[in-house]
């Protein structure tokens, strides 16, 4: 009796898979094209690659530092710290670390006490 049972419950669940397979299979068909006859396979051959476009010039970005230093390049007597936050809108910190950086790589020099000009 408990043989059956198991039978028939297994008996089920073949149904619910073989009706799950018929599914996928449906779905499988509808999305397959159908494809063209392969055409006869002929030897390879090596084509030169083309020759490619000039690349296009991309615009390049002025950088934060660029804008200073343009700021103390044009300027003869020197530039401080307040003159570089006016014009270019950039906090205190940000100018500082920028001079320090340009001083520090030789692009700029420090006139006196808190001016700096481009370096000669």
Known sequence: MIFK???????????????????????????????????????????????KAPAKKRATKVTATDQVLKIINRSKKGV????LMKKTGFDERKVRNIIFRANKEGKIQRVGRGLYSGSK
């Not at 419950?9 to 494809?35: C, F, S």
């Not at 401080?80 to 003159?83: I, Q, S």
């Open 80 to 83: 401080d710290n307040a003159t």
């Open 5 to 51: 049972k198991d039978l028939m419950a297994l008996k089920k669940d073949i149904r619910v898979i073989g009706k799950k397979v018929d599914n996928l299979l449906k779905v499988h068909e509808k999305g397959v094209k159908t494809k063209a006859p392969k055409a006869s396979k002929a030897k390879a051959v090596k084509v030169k690659p083309a020759e």
